[in-house]
């Protein structure tokens, strides 16, 4: 076995000396990079607010988007709607008389929803809702809902709803995100 | 030769991106303030602000990258904003919330997202990982004014 010189051990710790500065390159460029790009990220960000406080049109720097989403929602709503919140549908979603609809795509209902929501996707509720409807007591209270204030489908499936003849429709305009966001219970299927 | 071909193909894929990215939302910052709403991850407030910056982010990145002057910090700015993009989209998919991504378009009539939108993000990550390593690299092949530890040199 060859015994290990002097001069092996010289070069050994020479290679070890040579990795230890090239790891120490890569963190100081990367430092310096990184500096450099938040200097920039700055700049830019700065730029974007000149440019939105030159224009005619600018957007305000802050906004409520929850409180003006929701009332912009509320006022879409069709006459005869009812508008629901998450605490009261929190409230009324295990009751007897209750029946809920999800409206959206029937994967994200496989997913999660709204504990004993039966799946109504729009483009099945024609074909579908006659035939529930006419199975339920007319007190019955049909929520619909989909995935939060900005979507549709769940105060285009309670106008359905109130097409087909049932009076007593509510919307949870907050939707899933909302139920989601507040740790309230869900079920999963499939 | 190869590698310079292969890291301006990847700088003007990744810039070109970017900058066209921006542009549209910089045109129409109110709808894609909207769209920033819908992911349902920032708190209301800061929605607009953050509409109103991160397009000029997206272009600065993107020209840096595109004129070659500042190679590794534009990779790190682009390499950022993907992996943030990305982490949003996997997380909205994964919670199957009903979303338009607003990467290139503020229009309202674009198609909901998909996994193949996040399948995108992650392969743009290669063009980027590409500019970053040749961004290193022309940083640290500068000559340096003093070498922070000295290496002897092996005896004869």
């Known amino acids: 076995m060859k015994r290990r010189t002097s001069a092996d051990r010289h070069g050994g710790f020479q290679d070890m000396n040579a990795s230890i500065f090239r790891s120490e390159q890569i963190i100081g460029s990367l430092r310096a990079a990184s500096g450099r790009a938040t200097l920039f990220v700055a700049l830019a960000c700065l730029a974007g607010l000149a440019f939105n406080a030159l224009r005619p049109d600018s957007l305000p720097l802050f906004q409520d988007w929850r409180a003006l989403e929701a009332e912009q929602a509320a006022v879409r709503l069709a006459t005869g709607l009812v508008a629901l919140d998450t605490d009261r549908v929190a409230r009324l979603y295990t009751e007897k008389h ?6 959206r795509a029937r994967d994200f ?3 999660e929803h709204i504990p004993g929501a039966l799946s109504m996707p729009l483009d099945e509720a024609d074909a579908r809702l006659g035939e529930l409807l006419r199975a339920l007591p ?4 049909v929520i619909t809902y989909c995935d939060s204030v900005t979507c549709e489908m769940g105060q285009e499936l309670g106008r359905k709803v109130l097409a087909a003849g049932h009076a007593r429709v509510g919307v949870y305009l907050e939707g899933m995100a909302d139920w989601l966001r507040r740790g309230m219970p869900v079920e999963s299927a499939g | 030769m190869k590698w310079r071909i292969l890291v301006w193909a990847c700088r003007l894929i990744l810039g070109g991106v970017f900058i066209y990215a ?6 129409h910052p109110e709808r894609f303030a909207e769209l920033v709403y819908n992911y349902r991850i920032l708190p209301g407030d800061l929605v607009n602000l953050f509409a109103i910056v991160l397009p000029w982010v997206e272009l600065t990145g993107g020209l840096l990258l595109l004129t070659g002057r500042q190679p590794l910090p534009a990779s790190l700015i682009l390499t950022g904003l993907m992996v943030v993009f990305g982490s949003a989209i996997g997380y909205n998919l994964a919670r199957g919330l009903d979303f338009n991504c607003g990467c290139f378009s503020t229009s309202p009539e674009m198609a909901k997202e998909t996994i193949r939108t996040l399948a995108r993000d992650v392969a743009l990550l290669v063009p980027a990982a590409v500019c970053l390593f040749d961004g290193h690299r022309r940083t640290s092949s500068r000559p340096q004014s003093a070498s922070p530890i000295r290496v002897p040199d092996r005896p004869e």
């Open chain 1, 98 to 103: 209750v029946l809920v609809l999800d409206a």
């Open chain 1, 109 to 111: 209902y496989l997913m």
């Open chain 1, 138 to 141: 007319p007190d019955t209270l």
């Open chain 2, 22 to 27: 921006s542009l549209d939302k910089i045109a």
